[in-house]
Nanobody, 126 residues
Framework: QVQLVESGGGLVQAGGSLRLSCAAS????????MGWFRQAPGKEREFVAA????????NYADSVKGRFTISRDNAKNTVYLQMNSLEPEDTAVYYC???????????????????WGQGTQVTVSS
């Protein structure tokens, strides 16, 4: 089984920054594309960003493009989400997830991901 554990969430003022981390178990982390999703109160889970197994290719939701950066360190089995210029609309529980494949495609739909972390709360005050 694969276990994903997110960390780094918290309360931040609008315009501030947070860096989320997702630590993965196992030795095959580098073989999978990874993604970040978020779910705000009263809303459905939405795609935030994805990164290829090698880290060479990324994809972002339009709402976060230019503000968020996804990256990974395969030697540490960790994927990151650097969030800058945060807005109250970014308030949500953020989840990392493993893409079930194929790995030559970066998926934005949550149905393409087979393992999920428990989530970390990000709250951005006005």
């Amino acid at each position: 089984q694969v276990q994903l554990v997110e960390s780094g969430g918290g309360l931040v003022q609008a315009g501030g920054s947070l860096r989320l981390s997702c630590a993965a178990s196992g030795r095959t982390f580098s073989s999978y594309n990874m993604g970040w999703f978020r779910q705000a109160p009263g809303k459905e889970r939405e795609f935030v960003a994805a990164i290829s197994w090698s880290g060479r290719t990324t994809n972002y939701a339009d709402s976060v493009k230019g503000r968020f950066t996804i990256s990974r360190d395969n030697a540490k089995n960790t994927v990151y989400l650097q969030m800058n210029s945060l807005e109250p609309e970014d308030t949500a529980v953020y989840y990392c997830a493993r893409d079930r494949g194929p790995k030559d495609i970066l998926h934005s739909g949550y149905a393409s991901y087979d393992y999920w972390g428990q989530g970390t709360q990000v709250t951005v005050s006005s």
